[in-house]
């Protein structure tokens, strides 16, 4: 855990969180590193009601491990990666010149109760990080129906945005 707490809501924290600029929100700073080499970089901001915790006890048991034991279930999490050019304190906390391609994602959690609680930033390095997810439709099947009127099934237009959040360091 390099830095955990509160602070002021940025304008892009407080429109993460829906929460007004300037509520306090939690911020963690954490290092993830694996036989001595750094992984990943990553910083999460929470409302400061969702955790209270110190970091000795955040290294000990982790971010979600202590949301579940608060009662805190989390749903669901819109999620976008992307690359982006490592920034100086993440170059120098992730052993990379600055500049070298990271691996981002920007994602928002949300609770079973629809507000979101966690807004993570991660960073990684190149060569050393894989993370493999599995996404399973709504209706649980393997894949969308097809009907008789359609030779291929119609699968929900993806969109995109050229907007992203931007995090102060």
């Not at 954490?30 to 970089?41: K, M, N």
């Not at 915790?53 to 979600?64: F, V």
């Not at 994602?105 to 990684?124: L, N, Q, S, W």
């Not at 009907?147 to 699968?155: A, E, I, L, M, N």
Request: proline share 10%.
């Amino acid at each position: 855990v390099l830095r955990l707490g509160s602070m002021g809501a940025t304008t892009e924290v407080a429109a993460a969180l829906h929460c007004q600029r300037g509520d306090r929100v939690l911020r963690i700073e954490r290092l993830r590193s694996a036989d001595g080499e750094p992984l990943a970089l990553m910083r999460n901001w929470l409302p400061v009601e969702v955790l209270d915790t110190d970091a000795a006890t955040l290294a000990e048991h982790g971010l979600y491990e202590l949301l579940r034991a608060r009662g805190v279930r989390l749903k669901v999490a819109h999620q976008t990666i992307s690359a982006r050019p490592a920034a100086p304190d993440q170059a120098r906390l992730l052993a990379e010149p600055v500049g070298a391609p990271l691996l981002a994602t920007t994602r928002i959690t949300y609770a079973d109760h629809g507000r979101p609680v966690v807004d993570p930033e991660p960073a990684a390095r190149r060569p050393t990080y894989t993370k493999k997810s599995k996404s399973k439709s709504p209706s649980g099947r393997r894949h969308p129906p097809t009907t008789s009127s359609s030779k291929r099934p119609r699968y929900p237009r993806a969109t995109t945005s050229d907007r992203r959040p931007h995090y102060p360091d």
